[in-house]
């Protein structure tokens, strides 16, 4: 029991997201709306001045103050010629992006009001380029590896066949907390990637209504079950880090590339060190998702990067690998920006190694799938993958190896 309580607390700690005070406050001093630096002029639409025309010519940029408070000034309040009296579409434009406009939205935050987010362009083309393309072919490409590796190592057979024994290896409230973190997973993942991918793939192959009906669907769906995930992901670490915590058998475990590769068959408690990896990946990345995941459903109310990033900054991280001080003074908009890009970054790793996990426990192994099946496994089985484990049931607990009635 204390042992449990002690877990509890431990993932409580690991689940705290090192948070900054929510900014809320859209009247910050940022010259551009939701952007934390001067905007690049390079992109910049603003009506044309002398000034900027000769400092062009001196092939220097032209400096944003001077459109952000030209936003069409006495002309506006003048008598109309058209149906936008003397200002122009322009001018509404450049008060919508500097912020200045008559803005009043649905979603009672005050952040809603920026409706052009020139500070967001970076986050749009890596959001479309590259985190699409990394994370679909490190998934296909996990896809193809583990491929590979079927048609070179086959099935993992139980040596000598089954012996017609079987040991209890997982309670019912152990499966049962498993196929709730896996069926949620599995629905978390499928429509994570369909919002991502649905504009590009889904979009030509099936037409706007079909994209459309899907999204709203999987927006709901990914929104709700995430609660279910992350309840289950604390069961299963209050339930199992005390066999997840490394010790000397692990080594062994490694140095005999732990039986996949070859016939040998290293010793192992109840979780070999391929599955502590599984597992603290699953605590770890499970953990980080959920935390930028929340962030990203309570949009703007709990920022977790300016502060991330002064840490960061502090430890001097970027600098060890070559790069400038990260952003520390985030608009709002570009914290939710960070949180979206690495919940899917986070993601696409834990699927990744999912794919591995359920490989191993389907395809990859006989015997392996009745663990989390039935929760019974066959002694031979379990001598093979699991013999310290076994030896231990058999001295302390023999009540949990029984015959197979089947048999
Ligand atoms: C269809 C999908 C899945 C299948 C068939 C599957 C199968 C299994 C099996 C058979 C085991 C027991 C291995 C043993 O007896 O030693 C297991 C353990 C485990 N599963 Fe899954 N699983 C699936 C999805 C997931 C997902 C989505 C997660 C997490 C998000 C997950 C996390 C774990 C963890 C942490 C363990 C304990 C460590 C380990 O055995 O690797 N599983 N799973």
């Known amino acids: 029991m204390l042992r449990h309580l002690m877990a509890l607390l431990t993932l409580t700690l690991l689940a705290l997201p090192m948070t900054a005070p929510a900014q809320t406050d859209p009247t910050s001093e940022a010259p551009i709306a939701g952007t934390s630096v001067d905007d690049s002029p390079a992109t910049s639409t603003g009506r044309q001045t002398l000034e900027d025309i000769l400092a062009r010519q001196r092939g220097e940029d032209p400096a944003n103050p001077v459109r952000s408070h030209d936003l069409g000034g006495d002309a506006l309040q003048a008598p109309g010629m058209g149906p936008l009296g003397a200002s122009s579409d322009s001018d509404i434009w450049r008060q919508i992006r500097f912020n200045d406009g008559d803005i009043r939205n649905s979603t009672l935050n005050p952040n809603g009001d920026v409706l052009i987010q020139t500070g967001g362009m970076w986050w749009e083309e ?46 019912f409230v152990e499966r049962m907390a498993h ?3 896996a069926g949620s997973f599995i629905l978390l993942g499928f429509t994570g990637l369909f919002t991502l991918f649905g504009r590009k793939y889904l979009i030509p192959a099936f037409g706007h209504e079909f994209n459309s009906v899907l999204l709203t669907g999987s927006k709901f769906i990914h929104n709700n079950v995430s609660w279910a995930f992350m309840i289950a992901l604390a069961m299963v670490f209050v339930m199992w880090v005390w066999h997840n915590i490394p010790d000397k058998t692990d080594i062994i475990w490694f140095k005999q590339a732990g039986g996949i590769i070859g016939n040998k068959h290293p010793p192992a408690r109840k979780f070999n060190a391929g599955q502590k990896i599984i597992f603290w990946s699953v605590i770890v990345l499970g953990v980080s998702v959920s935390a930028s995941g929340i962030s990203l459903l309570f949009p703007f109310e709990l920022p977790l990067f300016s502060h991330s990033f002064d840490v960061l900054n502090g430890w001097g991280v970027p600098g060890w690998f070559g790069f400038d001080a990260l952003p520390v003074n985030l608009a709002p908009q570009e914290e ?8 899917a970054i986070v993601a696409f790793l834990m699927m990744a190694v999912i794919l591995g996990h359920i490989y191993i426990g389907t395809l990859g192994m006989e015997g392996a799938y009745d663990a989390m099946g039935s929760g019974l496994v066959d002694e031979n089985w379990a001598h093979q993958h699991h013999s310290l484990w076994l030896e231990h049931l058999q001295e302390e607990k023999p009540g949990k190896i029984r015959p197979d009635p089947a048999e």
């Open 126 to 171: 890596l959001r479309k380029g590259p985190l699409r393309t990394y994370g679909g072919w490190l998934l296909l490409g996990t896809i193809a590896v583990l491929a590979v590796f079927y048609l070179i190592r086959g099935r993992i057979r139980i040596d000598g066949g089954k012996t017609g024994t079987l040991v209890l290896r997982f309670k």
């Open 179 to 181: 196929w709730v973190l």
């Open 336 to 343: 939710m920006q960070f949180a979206q890009l690495w919940h």
